[in-house]
């Protein structure tokens, strides 16, 4: 069904710094975590709990100083969105994309649109995406095109699936080429004329985020809403690394909030297994074993996104080719770990909480499908092979926006 878009949001609370940022995500993710398995079960788009996260001003810690934002380290926002996805991976896969696109402006906006459109942000408005399609040979292959119209804009036509963050946007950034084949950003109204966004996603997790799909037909685009993208992969870069470390940090984030709610189960609903010789599951030897098994792993993939995260700092204060490449390499080594991870604590929670578990009342089942879908979103296997030609040979790896 398609869906009308948001209403325009009063201004925003600004964030002063890391600090106030990381204790805002904190307190939030207190509150989502309250309605999260209710959502789940009746698939129900947070809407209200995305109004906050726009009011907090939460979505804005990235712009720049010198345009009045907080400029937020990259291990501050990572722990952003490690905190929200223990909350509702939902509510933090939404806002992934924002971050992205805010990131393209600072590279390649003029100054102009970074005035605009930072001041928008601000503001508390949303940017969604439509960038993936389906039906395509490879993820890669986009067939949207912007084309010259007579009058001195241009034109966008497609359709694009998996449009996380469209459906609530303000602005729909959507990936195109231009009639020389090169990528392109255009940053397109929610309400534009042209714009349908439909809520059509099905997928057995993630369920909340309303990764529909956006048909564009002829959507007229101002030439100063365009973001050259092409130009981001000419230079040393740190787009495909951020972009990564925020889907790591989701991963993370869902393993966390797995273990999180497989201690209260065993605590409050599970029984011990009588040959333990223990009044309670809590108690039960074997079960202690597990669990400190996970929890290592649990702490071990977050000391890796934390690693990620000082690395993209490190880059982003002197950025040059092996800099970049440093950074591409932790944050790749991040999410292969955390995919892994995040997997199996949230297969593990029903080994460890035992047969009530797995009763649908429980929702607990709402981890491993979110964890099993949003690992999906690219092949861990393939940054395998780029780790290990960065250590064998000192291969950098590609610029490109998947590592």
């Known amino acids: 069904m398609t869906v009308s ?115 928008e942000v601000l503001a508390g408005k949303r940017f969604g995406n439509a960038q993936s399609e389906a039906g395509s040979r490879t993820v890669q292959d986009i067939q949207t095109r912007l084309s010259p119209a007579p009058d001195g804009q241009f034109v966008l036509r497609g359709r694009k699936a998996y449009s996380t963050g469209a459906l609530l946007a303000h602005w729909i950034p959507v990936l ?104 309670t599951a809590a108690e039960d030897p074997l079960t202690i074993q597990r669990f400190g098994e996970l929890a290592v792993r649990l702490r071990a993939a977050e000391a890796l996104l934390e690693k990620a995260g000082a690395a993209l700092d490190a880059a982003r204060a002197d950025l040059d080719a092996d800099s970049a490449a440093a950074a591409s390499i932790a944050v790749a080594t991040a999410k292969v770990f955390a995919d892994g991870v995040a997997v199996e604590l949230s297969s593990a929670l029903f080994e460890v909480s035992g047969t ?9 089942h709402r981890h491993w499908r979110n964890a099993r879908t949003h690992t999906l979103h690219d092949p861990v296997r393939w940054k395998v092979q780029h780790i290990g030609r960065y250590v064998l040979n000192g291969t950098r790896p590609p610029r490109h926006g998947q590592i």
């Open 5 to 119: 878009p948001p209403a325009s949001r009063p201004a925003a609370n600004l964030v002063r710094d890391d600090a106030e940022a990381l204790d805002l995500a904190a307190r939030l993710a207190q509150r989502f975590a309250v309605g999260a398995a209710e959502r789940d079960r009746e698939r129900r788009i947070p809407r209200a709990e995305l109004d906050e996260l726009s009011a907090s001003g939460l979505l804005a810690i990235t712009v720049p100083r010198e345009h009045g934002g907080a400029d937020v380290r990259a291990t501050t926002l990572l722990e952003v969105f490690r905190l929200l996805a223990a909350a509702d991976p939902n509510i933090a896969q939404i806002p992934q994309s924002h971050f992205a696109y805010v990131n393209v402006l600072r590279e390649n906006g003029t100054a102009e649109q970074q005035r605009f459109f930072f001041g």
């Open 176 to 279: 195109a080429k231009d009639e020389q084949d090169r990528l392109q950003v255009a940053y397109v109204p929610r309400d534009a004329a042209g714009v349908t966004v439909v809520d059509d996603w099905a997928g057995m997790g993630q369920r909340t985020t309303a990764s529909g799909t956006v048909e564009l037909d002829a959507v007229p685009v101002p030439a100063d809403r365009i973001v050259p993208h092409h130009l981001t992969f000419d230079r040393p870069q740190l787009h495909g690394a951020l972009a990564q470390a925020l889907h790591a940090a989701i991963d993370v984030g869902i393993a966390g909030g797995a273990l999180a709610d497989a201690v209260e189960f065993v605590r409050t609903r599970s029984r011990p297994w009588g040959e333990a010789g223990v009044e």
């Open 356 to 364: 009530r578990s797995s009763l649908a009342e429980t929702n607990l």
